[in-house]
């Protein structure tokens, strides 16, 4: 089994330190081993930490970022339920899309795919009656970090208040208890550089309060009972991805080593310097200033150049990864990720050496 | 980061040897990466001579096997639909609530903890408005093998014949193809000796003509448009797992390497060794002759032992785990995996002089 590494500065997976990569293969164990109890434990109070909440629930789902995005859906909407769901690029499409499959009355709120979506506007189309609203902080498809100031205020005491922070948990700055976040998820391979397969999640107690079972997989109900957040005996519902939550715990712990000040800071830098010199050679970023997502960058494509083509000569010459555009942006952007051990100068350097000799190819 | 080694024989995760360990540990690449491309298609095509099928549709969705349960029902059951559920265990009765939470209209056919259902019970079950039939082929929960003869005669070409083979794929023999399965789920982490987090799943044409739509998690159709079984280029639709899929290849390879035949052969045999070994000890089998799950030995522990004491010191004095009861049986039997690396002699003999240390203790 050989596999060519590569230099992994797309919207995802980022890259993955070797701590990580030799966390994951660590011997195999069981899934009610109090060995992996006590795992599981310090799992949940880094992601705590990570996610800036002292609420009790805070564990990893069992699947993909999306999969945590289903689950949301699944455990925290009924069908019928009013849902005020910001849309700015595809990661809010696709929430619009699963609650309208789940049943629910979806309200949009729009925003051209490079902006964020004006507070005013999510908070006009909540009405008393509404049960939910939901943004995504980080929208990976267009590199811009919606605010969530101000939403907590307008939706009162009975309204969740959900998030999508795939994108910037552990990368850019959020802090779910002071911002009101009722509950929120992300994934493991963006800026905590592990890799893809586990969903971070975490709710309060006004989620909690009516948790919907209509899913077996995604019964958080039953998951709890598993995870045990207020102690007790784990009752088994699946078996654990033992092997990735190990990489997760260690993603988490260099996440906590490095301080979550600090690893905001460094993204913030890497962004900007990356910005800069990026538009030197005409590559501009979508994001107008103060809107930018610090881990992902993404940037239009001068006129006249064969994104794809060059692209795949990043990957095939250089084993660097970029991503491309989606809807919209397709051909005409990319997507860099800025995400954790992405955020270097050492990173910025080579891609930026490899964009620079295959313009001139 | 430092875990004490088990030698696993519960009920799963099974013993994973260090080659697919350290396939595990390869350089995460990113998921619309071609190298990553030709990972896939060998993986679908190693699941495809595993489950014994020409299914287009061979894959590992991105969750644990009780993920594959969810997305069978997500996707191939409608609300109202009568399907025939057969329930001799925790596995289908799993499935009966998961089918219960759709909207479907069940009806289980159940038979003692420990027995197989009869085929003719299945069958008088059966009506022609029916949808399905679901059937746990290896009960995790008992260690008995529920024969598929004789099904799909039964329900005609319009019905589904929907089977859970998570504890025998790869252990105990069973050809999806020649018994008239329709679709299949299993986990990574049984026979295949691959850490959990990974849902191998098949389809035929029948049971793709008409996918449900309601999860966007567990869309297959989209999912389908990501792993491409009819090639043309992958769309995303969410991250591939990638490095538990680089294990699961390692784990697949195995099984060929060794033939599945040979690997059966293997199993029965070190089912009825340890078997007997164990008998000797006073732990009967649960199952009777001809109905044993060749993976999974599930034995009664003898009268005026503290099973869960013992289990204990298994674990914590000689590192060997064993799963105790479910349901019914808790307290009152052990469940034994018997699973690839853990269905060799080595194993039998660790566990066995073990148990006797303990019962002299």
Chains 1, 2 share one sequence.
């Not at 100031?149 to 999508?164: C, K, Q, T, Y």
């Not at 006129?303 to 060059?310: F, H, L, Q, W």
Request: net charge negative; with cysteine.
């Amino acid at each position: 089994m050989s596999i060519e590494p590569r230099l992994l500065l797309g919207s995802g997976p980022s890259p993955v330190p070797q701590r990580v990569l030799d966390a994951l293969a660590q011997p195999t164990i069981g899934h009610l081993d109090p060995q992996f109890g006590a795992i599981m434990d310090e799992v949940a109070e880094l992601l705590r930490a990570t996610f800036r909440t002292e609420n009790r629930v805070a564990l990893p789902l069992s699947a993909t970022g999306s999969g945590g995005m289903q689950a949301m859906v699944d455990t925290l909407i009924a069908p019928g339920d009013r849902v005020v769901c910001g849309v700015h690029g595809a990661f809010g499409a696709r929430m619009a899309d699963a609650l309208g499959r789940a049943g629910a009355d979806v309200v949009t709120v729009e925003a051209e795919w490079g902006r964020a979506i004006e507070t005013e506007r999510l908070v006009d189309a909540w009405t008393a009656g509404s049960r939910a609203m939901f943004v995504v902080h980080g929208e990976t498809s267009t590199g811009v970090c919606q605010p969530l100031d101000g939403l907590r205020d307008a939706i009162g005491d009975d309204g969740l208040l959900l998030v999508d922070c795939v994108t910037s948990l552990g990368g850019h700055p959020i802090e779910l208890d002071a911002a009101g976040v009722d509950a929120a998820f992300s994934g493991s391979q963006k800026c905590l550089n592990v890799p893809p397969g586990l969903a971070p999640f975490t709710a309060n107690e006004r989620a909690t309060a009516k948790l919907q079972r209509r899913s077996w997989y995604f019964d958080l109900e039953a998951i709890l009972g598993y995870w045990k957040p207020d102690g007790g005996g784990r009752a088994y519902h699946h078996t654990a991805p033992i092997n990735m939550i190990y990489a997760l715990r260690e993603g988490l712990r260099i996440v906590q080593e490095e301080g979550l000040e600090a690893r905001w800071e460094r993204h913030a830098e890497a962004h900007e310097s990356l910005r800069a010199a990026l538009a030197e050679l005409g590559f501009a970023r979508l994001a107008p200033d103060g809107e930018q997502l610090h881990p992902l960058l993404c940037v239009r494509v001068p006129d006249g150049i064969d994104e794809a083509a060059v692209r795949s000569r990043l990957l095939q010459r250089h084993g660097i990864e970029v991503s491309g555009g989606l809807g919209p942006l397709a051909g005409k952007a990319w997507r860099i990720g800025v995400m954790g051990e992405g955020a270097r100068p050492e990173a910025r350097d080579r891609l930026v050496e490899a964009v620079q000799a295959e313009l001139r190819a």
